[in-house]
Structure formats: structure tokens, C-alpha cells
């Protein structure tokens, strides 16, 4: 019995690496995040950052791609857009700084 390698980064790697991006720079990520939609149906965010008062800023799904394609909008995507909240979407590993720029960016403006 042998155990392959990984020929690609997977989708947890790049959820892992981005909350501790986020954490890293000081803000509160949360991972596996659960609130219920309007439908009445639970959605759990992959990853979901609040604020000092522990609202929900930002939402984060991370879909992990071998290849650069473009982003589909997905009904998963628009129930998140749903809550009113950014969301951004994570593909793979070269997204990571990106996001984590744009949820400064979001704290600066969100701070004001």
C-alpha cells in the first residue's frame, strides 16, 4: 500500500494559508462560519472576518483551481452576496495577498 504524494495544492492548503494570512496581519478570521440565509437554509462560510465588535465584515470562499479561469458566479456565491457583505473569492494560492489587501483596505473604510 503506498500513499501518493499530491500532484497540486488543495483546497484546504489554500483556505489554511489564507486565514493564517489574515490572523497574521491581526484580524479575526474564523473559519467554518454557519449563519442561515433568508430561505431559512444554513450556509457555512469557509471563512468569514469580524470586526472589533464581532460583526461580520467580510465573507471568504475559497475554491481552489489548478488552472487561472475565470470566476463563475455560482448560486452558492450569490446566497453569501445575499447578507449584504463583500464577498471575495479564493481560487488559489496567488489570490491570498490580494484578498488580504482588500480586507485592509475594507477595515480602513469600515474604521471611518
Known amino acids: 500500500m503506498t500513499i501518493k504524494y499530491p500532484n497540486r495544492v488543495r483546497e484546504f492548503e489554500v483556505q489554511a494559508q ?3 494570512a489574515l490572523r ?7 473559519g467554518e462560519v454557519t449563519a442561515k440565509a433568508d430561505n431559512g437554509r444554513n450556509c457555512r462560510f469557509d471563512i468569514a472576518v469580524f470586526d472589533n465588535t464581532q460583526q461580520c465584515v467580510a465573507i471568504i470562499e475559497v475554491k481552489a483551481h489548478t488552472r487561472d479561469r475565470k470566476p463563475k458566479k455560482t448560486r452558492q456565491l450569490e446566497k453569501y452576496e445575499s447578507f449584504g457583505l463583500p464577498v471575495y473569492l479564493c481560487r488559489n494560492l496567488h489570490d491570498i495577498d ?3 489587501g482588500k480586507i485592509k483596505t475594507l477595515f480602513m473604510t469600515h474604521s471611518q
Open 98 to 100: 490580494p484578498i488580504v
Open 18 to 20: 489564507l486565514y493564517f
Open 24 to 30: 497574521n496581519c491581526g484580524f479575526d478570521a474564523r
